[in-house]
């Protein structure tokens, strides 16, 4: 089945029921244009943008169908995990990356080199997906990437006791840092979805590449995120995008992100923020990553930078009444930057 077809799947939604399943189906079976012929459609069971051995649905389309302007998600029967309201596997349309073990560093990985050194080249192959985790530095105890500085990058080629990288690595990395396998989804593109309700994120992609989020937007947002690209993406594009939330705070409970980028390599933000949340716009441990004309109001902290981030931050950002700030960048942070912050229209 090829993946694009000459004409969409036109899907028409129940307003009253979970179209997950449904939704999931259509993934399956080959369909990578997805139009949404209804102004409702609750989500209850998370969408994956996979398939079942986890491989990602590259590619991939969802939008409005012609005639509607956008589409609203109630992902209210999502919800969180109650153990732990932060776990952002509870949302409504998901990419998780496919991550697996491999292997770990055994001499520090420099700045603008293109080699490193692990202890085991046996789980990787030329061509392999790597991700590089600084938090994540004793392989026997934990061999999964954890939350922090980290890299994605390509093996070009195996030798005996070190890859060869497809670019340079652009931070430096300590020496056990995990070295694990990842698989990026690519080239997707979701446009004109309303999110409502509260789940811990409502649209959250892992290891995103060359993909673009436009007019994604909330209302009666209860959530914790509304739009989360995670761990690991590179050069994707989020734009129009804006959260109206109804708690701004910090706390497990409440709406601590309108729309953030976490682990980004060269990712645009543009014409995006939000309301009402713990930070309106942020970035973490993010790289060679510009928001360009954020929008921010009402939040705790409008618009910020954080956790290790190198040449990245905001152009003409606009920004009104922050509870605590309006702009703020982490010491921890390498030239990073808040230019001409405007006052919010």
């Given at each position: ?9 036109v ?33 209850g069971?998370t ?39 932060t ?43 790597i991700?590089?985790?600084?938090a ?12 922090g ?39 997707v ?49 989020i ?5 109206t ?18 682990g ?33 109001q ?17 152009l ?13 960048i982490?010491?921890d ?13």
């Amino acid at each position: 089945m090829p993946i694009y077809r000459d004409t969409p799947y036109v899907f028409t939604p129940d307003p009253e029921n979970d179209n997950g399943p449904k939704i999931q189906s259509l993934l399956k079976a080959g369909y990578r244009w997805l139009q949404i012929n209804g102004p409702e459609c609750p989500i209850g069971t998370t969408v994956l943008l996979n398939r079942d051995d986890n491989w990602p649905y590259s590619g991939q389309i969802i939008e409005p169908a012609p005639g509607i302007d956008k589409v609203t998600i109630d992902v209210s029967g999502v919800g969180r995990n109650s153990e732990q309201p932060t776990d952002p596997s509870y949302a409504g349309i998901d990419y998780q990356g496919n991550v697996r073990p491999g292997s770990y560093l055994t001499a520090p990985a420099y700045e603008n080199t293109t080699q490193i050194f692990v202890a085991d080249t046996t789980p990787y192959t030329n061509g392999s997906w790597i991700v590089i985790s600084d938090a994540s530095t004793d392989f026997d105890t934990h061999s999964m990437p954890l939350d922090g500085p980290l890299e994605v990058r390509q093996i070009i080629y195996v030798l005996a006791d070190s890859l060869i990288l497809n670019r340079v690595i652009k931070r430096d990395h300590p020496e056990n840092a995990i070295v694990a396998l990842c698989e990026p989804i690519k080239n997707v593109y979701i446009r004109n979805l309303e999110f409502t309700g509260n789940a811990t994120v409502g649209l959250h992609l892992h290891y995103a590449q060359h993909c673009v989020f436009e007019n994604i937007t909330s209302v009666d947002w209860t959530g914790r995120c509304m739009l989360l690209l995670d761990n690991g993406g590179e050069y994707n594009t989020i734009l129009n995008s804006y959260c109206t939330a109804t708690e701004p705070g910090i706390e497990s409970g409440q709406t601590a992100w309108g729309v953030v980028i976490e682990g980004q390599d060269s990712t645009r933000v543009i014409n995006s923020g939000g309301e009402n949340c713990g930070v309106g716009m942020g970035m973490n441990y993010s790289i060679d990553c510009v928001s360009i004309n954020a929008r921010a109001q009402l939040n705790t902290v409008n618009v910020g930078v954080y956790t290790s981030s190198i040449r990245t931050g905001f152009l003409r950002p606009t920004v009104e009444g922050g509870i605590i700030l309006d702009t703020v960048i982490t010491d921890d942070c390498v030239d990073c930057y808040m230019v001409e912050p405007l006052p919010f229209s």
